[in-house]
Every structure is written in structure tokens, then in C-alpha cells.
């Protein structure tokens, strides 16, 4: 074994090996998805005293490297007896692998990353800890459904909480970070070869199976409500039927006052200089040649759900010039921007004007040189969740893989600019409201991508300001989406979190108007699965579990989950734990954790595939070199790996009294539209009905089936149809279902609460 030390004091690398005390034995530990450690003691003699921040290498002597890191404090004396010149001392010398340097920055607050691939996001947290330390690995190109580095956390538990949740191993090691799948690295032990020690190998299987289990996960939008109220001029304050499901956050906020632009927070491309900070903000004299100009660009990218406002603050053009901010997918030039905004010059003026899905859509303004003005984006899709989360388990038959689907749904969009020279705020110009039919999952959003744009932006706010949406249509006109928020935003309502509706003085609904409220009902995700007879034994027992890691934010999540959990626990190897020692002498040679043991010893009931979970190798001052492995194994139903859960349900958890082996809900009725008159309601699903089908109409919620029920007021076989109203408060609920015995339903309702007079 050779072990050397750089104490950076221009000496290079010295090889210490020699000095290697033979009372105590060098120690590495390695544990999965987390920092290894090495711990050896020195007898000293003339070698130099390792430094606190040495770098260390440990290297077998057939070049297999064993553990690179750096001393990670000042080595401890302990006393070893009495010389002919005094007490004498070894020197216990304790180290941390590479990452260590990432660890020295804490993770701060990031935006959720969804459907992104772990190549990605553990890029954007190297790169954020300040330290190049490339990646490699086969599991870097795996999509991981949802996944926020921890704030506070360090570099190494963020990235072995990626790694689990992408079922893979990480380690830090020569300078590279190795991100593998789990399992790549297998090495075969067959008793009937030899290469097995029977006697080396305990343990058992720790867990009973299970066949029906039960898996909540977080809150989640539920009952898609679409609530109309009719004004009468005066009437100010409308209080909603139920209570809204908020989700307030503030997602990426920058006033542009620091001595840099933040690294963490934006990517900056400018080849010319054209882009600084100054007095006046993030400031732009002119752009570097290319669609792409010079681009200023968040790092993280945004789920395109629920309600999200982007407000670019203290805009102020110097001269004639061209750029584009607002949510670009994918790449940043002007023909991948989603919905944003377009300054350019027009003759001697310079305007501002929409952009939806790459062109300019909707009305323009002038822009003053050197006013202020504030530009808004505001972005509505019904549906909350954008991509599903990814859930891989190994199971009997490899591993099984769920989830990671995207979702496809539309958007309202409004777009508008606001005039605050002076500190004053002028009624806001109204430029586009108007939808689109299919959103993007994720956006960039970008602060400004320069062709040759002359001014500055003093900030940007990216906010959830709550997943309400408000419209507002006149006799005779159509509707208009209202901003909600404070009076002095030039809002024309604000609704409180109890759901009462306020319209500000000036912006009262008129006589005869309508007014529609879109937003969600919370509710607890949840699913109940059980696996199918053939694959569970008559043994197997129930289990009802919180998810923890990864995140699950939907019942459909919570679905997907709860089958990848019993594809393992119905697997009789997957219980398995236990630990396997040998030399290096022996089969199966140097293993790190996530490597696979391929073990076939049927005299001990044991022929499958055993996860290495942590190695300890000890190493001794010997000659040939002797090397002591004791291997932790387990498979993931004993100890899971990306997918963790809490033996516990929440308080008050609704308990689904039917266990399904497969999703069956129906997709809801999300595009549900209807038009209200004081004789009926007339309904259009959006979608056509299954074969078999229809949709369902009750006055209650959470009661749909195939008997008929008092609250049962309709079945149509068609989508569009019509409800006699009966009075001037009215509560419906939709569902679609299909022609199935018994019939599957959609998974949430569609409501539909009426609040205006009849005839």
C-alpha cells in the first residue's frame, strides 16, 4: 500500500507509506451516497507533521486507488510508551474524500427542479459550491421526476439525496465525481467455484413481505372549481363557497445590488461586455451578435404550473435598441420565448410588445426614454403538477421504473406594463390576455437577452402569488382577467386566504357583468395498491406509510410509489441484509457501495443479487499486502435506497377502503367550461366520453358511482349538455366515467358553483 501526503508546502506529494504505524491498522469507510473517511496513524520519525488541509492519496499496490481526500484536522498525539529520550508518540491522522471542498459552501435556496435530468442539477450544485470537480457516470442522464437541494445542507448530503432519488451511487474520488447506477459494478460469488467463503458471509432476510399498501404523500390541488358570481354595480365583497388551495412562494427575487451578478442565481452570456451592474440595476449597452445576444438567465429552470407572476422592475430604456425577457423554453432566442416580452425600436420610438410561442401576439406601447416602467407576465394552468415524480425500486425481475411522465395542459396568459417614473404608478396597459393550448413543462426565465438593447432592469420577482384566477366579463364584452394583489400594485381585487373576494374602488363589477373564479380544493394525496395474486404469498400482510424521499406531491405520485414499494417487498431476496468479509487476496477484489454481489449459495437459501451498502477496508504495514474487506449488503425492501417512507399516516388521512392493482382513475375534467344564464347552465366537458361512458353529474362531491343516489342529478352520454337551474345558489359537480363493471370515474371533480338570480 502507498500512502502520500501533500502538506502544499512545495514538497509535492511525499510518500509516507513507510512511516505507517503497524499497532493500529489504516481505515477507510464508505458508505452510500456519502463522504468516505480514512483514518491512519503515523509514526513520524523525520517526516514532515500532516497539515489540517493536506491532501492525501491511498493507493493499493496493484494501482487500484483506494481513497483520495484531505486531512480534515490537525492529527491527534496519542502516547505510544517510553524511549531512551522520552515519551513517544504516534500520530492518528483522519481525512475526508474530495468532496469535502464542496462541502465547505452550504446549499441556499433554489427553485424546485422537475423533469430534469441528475447530470443537471448536480452540475448547477458543483458549480454553485464554487469548485470544478467534473462528473461521470451512466446515472447522470437519468430524469429525475422533482428534486430541491436542502437549504443549509451541504454539497455531499444534496447530492447523496440525488443519487438515491435516481437510484444511483455517487463518490468522490481522484478529483471526479462518479455518478453510476446502482448496480453496474457486479462481482460474482458462486459456492459451487470456489469463489465463495460460506463461512464469511451472515445474515438473513429482516422484513415480511407485504400485499396491500396504503402511501400518502403531500396536499395536493383536488376539486377543479369554476365559481360564478353575477355584479350588480355596487356589491364589493363576494365570499367563495370553499377555500382555496394556496400555494404562495416567492420563487427567484433580485434587486441587482450587489458588487456581482450572483453566479448562483443567473448565467450570464456576453462575449463583449455589454452587460453590468450599476446604480440603476442590471444595465445593457447593446448585445453580442447572434439570436442569442447577450443573455442574462436563471440557472434553475421553472415548473410551468398553477399561477406564477414575473415582474421586471424599474425597466428604463436609454436609447434605440432590441431585446426580449420574460419564460423562454428551452434555448434562449427570441423563437423559443414562451411568453415574454419584446422592446425594439420603432422609427424614432421604442415599443413594447408580447411575445407568445416565439412571435409578438396583442397590442404594443411606447416606451418613453428614460422612464421607468415595470413589465408583468402573469401565467394560469389549472393543473398545478407538471410532471410526474420518478420512482425505480429492484425487484425479482430487475429493476421497475414508474412515473416521470409529463403532463400536458394549457395556460391563460396576461401581459402588461406599468408606468412608475417618479415613484408614481400609472394604470397599468393591458397588452395580451388571452391562452394558449398547450404550455411547456419548464421555463427559463430570463431577465433580458440583448441583440442591442440600450437600458437597464433595477429587479426581478418570480412569484406563486396562490392559484386563483379572476375574470370579469361586461355585457357585451368579452372577459377580462383581473389582477389581484395590493391596491398600490394597480390591482383591481384581492382575495384573502378564507376566500373572500374584495374588488377595489374603481374596478366594482357593473350591473350584469359576470364574474369567474378559478381554483383548486386541497386534499391529502393518497393511493391503495396491492399486488396481484400471483406475485405475493398467502403470508403477506398490509402496510399503511408517509412518503419522505423522493418527493410525492399527487395521488397519482402516491400510485406509482406504492407499486414500485411492493414490486420489492413482494420479492423474498429483496429483505435481505446482512454483511460479507474477506482479504484482498479473495474474490471479489476492491468494491465500493452501490456495486452489485451476484451471490449463488443454494445450500444457505441465498441466489440473487445483494447491494453493497458500505465497505470498510483495513489495511495493515505488511508485506505482500493484506487487505481486510467487511462489506454492509442489503436489498431495498430491508433498507430502501431512492424511495424512503415513515411507518405512520397523517392525522385525520382518509383511508381508501378499496386496494387497486393497477391506476385506473380517468382523467378530470380540467378544460370543463360552462356558460350561465338565469334559466340553465350549459356544460361542455372538453373531452369526449370513453367507450361505455359519460360524464356524471351530482350535487355532491366524492359520491359518484354507478347507483343513482338523491344527489344524483344527471348522466349524459355526450359532452354537451344542459342543467335546468333551480335556484339562484347552486353546487355542481362533474366526473367523466367509463363503460367498465363497475365504472372507473375521473380522478377529481369538476365544480361548478352557481351564485346569481333565476328568472
Not at 134 to 141: E, F, I, K, V
Amino acid at each position: 500500500m502507498k500512502i502520500t501526503i501533500d502538506n502544499f508546502d512545495g514538497s509535492g506529494a511525499v510518500d509516507y507509506s513507510g512511516a505507517l504505524s503497524g499497532a493500529n491498522p489504516l481505515t477507510i469507510t464508505r458508505s452510500l451516497n456519502r463522504p468516505s473517511h480514512c483514518l491512519l496513524t503515523l509514526a513520524m520519525g523525520s517526516a514532515a507533521m500532516p497539515v489540517h488541509g493536506a491532501r492525501i492519496v491511498t493507493t493499493a499496490d496493484d494501482g487500484t486507488i483506494l481513497f483520495t481526500g484531505y486531512v480534515t484536522a490537525t492529527p491527534e498525539a496519542v502516547y505510544a510508551g517510553e524511549s531512551t529520550t522520552g515519551p513517544a508518540y504516534t500520530w492518528r491522522v483522519a481525512s475526508a474524500s474530495d468532496e469535502i471542498l464542496l462541502d465547505a459552501t452550504v446549499s441556499r435556496r433554489v427553485v424546485d427542479c422537475v423533469a430534469t435530468t441528475a447530470g443537471t442539477m448536480l452540475e448547477r450544485m458543483t458549480a454553485r459550491a464554487g469548485i470544478a470537480l467534473p462528473a461521470t457516470g451512466d446515472a447522470l442522464s437519468t430524469i429525475v421526476g422533482g428534486f430541491q437541494p436542502r437549504t443549509g445542507k451541504s454539497w455531499s448530503a444534496n447530492a447523496g439525496a440525488l443519487a438515491s432519488a435516481a437510484r444511483a451511487s455517487y463518490r468522490a474520488l481522484n478529483g471526479t465525481v462518479q455518478f453510476t447506477a446502482l448496480g453496474d459494478q457486479v462481482h460474482t460469488l458462486d459456492e459451487s467455484d470456489g469463489s465463495l467463503d460460506r463461512g464469511a458471509l451472515r445474515g438473513a432476510r429482516v422484513r415480511p413481505g407485504i400485499s396491500d399498501v396504503t402511501l400518502y404523500g403531500k396536499e395536493e390541488p383536488q376539486t377543479y372549481v369554476m365559481e360564478i358570481f353575477q355584479g350588480d354595480g355596487i356589491t364589493a365583497a363576494f365570499a367563495l363557497s370553499e377555500s382555496p388551495l394556496w400555494e404562495k412562494a416567492s420563487l427567484l427575487t433580485d434587486k441587482f445590488t450587489g458588487p456581482q451578478i450572483d453566479p448562483h442565481v443567473w448565467t450570464v452570456a456576453d462575449g463583449g461586455g455589454h452587460v453590468s451592474l450599476t446604480s440603476r440595476g442590471l444595465t445593457f449597452s447593446g448585445g453580442q451578435s447572434g439570436a442569442a445576444g447577450s443573455t442574462v438567465s436563471a440557472v434553475d429552470t421553472v415548473e410551468m404550473g398553477g399561477v406564477l407572476t414575473l415582474e421586471l422592475s424599474g425597466v428604463i430604456v436609454d436609447g434605440l435598441g432590441e431585446g426580449y425577457a420574460g419564460m423562454a423554453n428551452g434555448s434562449l432566442d427570441p423563437a423559443s420565448m414562451f411568453a415574454g416580452f419584446h422592446l425594439r425600436p420603432n422609427g424614432t420610438a421604442v415599443v413594447v410588445a408580447p411575445v407568445v410561442l416565439g412571435v409578438e401576439a396583442g397590442a404594443s406601447a411606447i416606451l418613453q426614454i428614460g422612464h421607468t416602467y415595470t413589465l408583468r407576465l402573469r401565467f394560469h394552468c389549472k393543473d398545478r403538477q407538471r410532471a410526474l415524480q420518478n420512482y425505480s425500486v429492484g425487484g425479482a425481475d430487475g429493476v421497475v421504473r414508474l412515473g416521470g411522465q409529463r403532463l400536458n395542459a394549457g395556460a391563460d396568459l396576461v401581459m402588461e406594463v406599468q408606468e412608475t417614473t417618479g415613484g408614481g404608478l400609472m394604470p397599468a396597459v393591458v397588452l395580451y390576455d388571452g391562452s394558449v393550448l398547450q404550455a411547456p413543462t419548464l421555463c427559463i426565465p430570463v431577465a433580458m437577452n440583448s441583440l442591442n438593447f440600450l437600458g437597464s432592469v433595477a429587479s426581478l420577482d418570480l412569484t406563486r402569488p396562490g392559484d386563483v384566477w379572476v375574470r370579469v366579463a361586461n355585457s357585451g364584452s368579452a372577459a377580462a382577467t383581473q389582477q389581484l394583489g395590493l391596491a398600490a400594485q394597480s390591482a383591481q381585487a384581492n382575495i384573502s386566504s378564507t376566500g373572500r373576494m374584495s374588488f377595489y374602488p374603481g374596478s366594482v363589477p357593473a350591473t350584469g357583468s359576470w364574474i369567474t373564479v378559478n381554483y383548486r380544493l386541497g386534499g391529502r394525496s393518497v393511493a391503495r395498491m396491492a399486488s396481484s395474486p400471483a406475485t405475493t404469498g398467502a403470508s403477506a400482510g398490509s402496510l399503511i406509510v408517509t412518503a419522505e424521499h423522493p418527493e410525492t406531491r399527487s395521488s397519482a405520485d402516491c400510485e406509482n410509489a406504492a407499486l414500485a414499494l411492493l414490486s420489492s417487498s413482494t420479492w423474498t431476496d429483496g429483505a435481505w441484509k446482512g454483511s460479507y468479509s474477506y482479504w484482498n487476496v479473495q474474490p471479489p477484489g476492491d468494491v465500493w457501495p452501490g456495486d452489485l454481489l451476484q451471490v449463488n449459495a443454494p445450500s444457505m437459501g441465498v441466489t440473487s443479487g445483494l447491494l453493497v451498502r458500505s465497505v470498510e477496508v483495513r489495511g495493515y504495514a505488511s508485506l505482500p499486502e493484506l487487505l481486510h474487506y467487511t462489506v454492509g449488503l442489503a436489498n431495498e425492501w430491508a433498507d430502501p435506497v431512492s424511495l424512503r417512507v415513515g411507518d405512520a399516516a397523517p392525522v385525520n388521512a382518509w383511508l381508501p377502503p378499496i386496494a387497486l392493482t393497477a391506476p385506473v382513475a380517468l382523467d378530470s375534467l380540467r378544460d370543463l367550461s360552462i356558460a350561465v344564464t338565469t334559466t340553465q347552465i350549459q356544460i361542455q366537458a372538453g373531452r369526449n366520453a370513453p367507450v361505455g361512458g359519460g360524464f356524471e353529474v351530482r350535487r355532491s362531491d366524492w359520491k359518484f358511482g354507478a347507483g343513482d343516489g338523491a344527489d344524483l342529478v344527471l348522466r349524459s352520454p355526450v359532452p354537451n349538455f344542459t342543467i335546468v337551474r333551480e335556484a339562484p345558489v347552486e353546487r355542481y359537480f362533474v366526473r367523466m366515467y367509463d363503460g367498465a363493471a363497475p365504472p372507473n370515474y375521473s380522478r377529481f371533480s369538476s365544480a361548478t358553483f352557481i351564485n346569481a338570480a333565476t328568472q
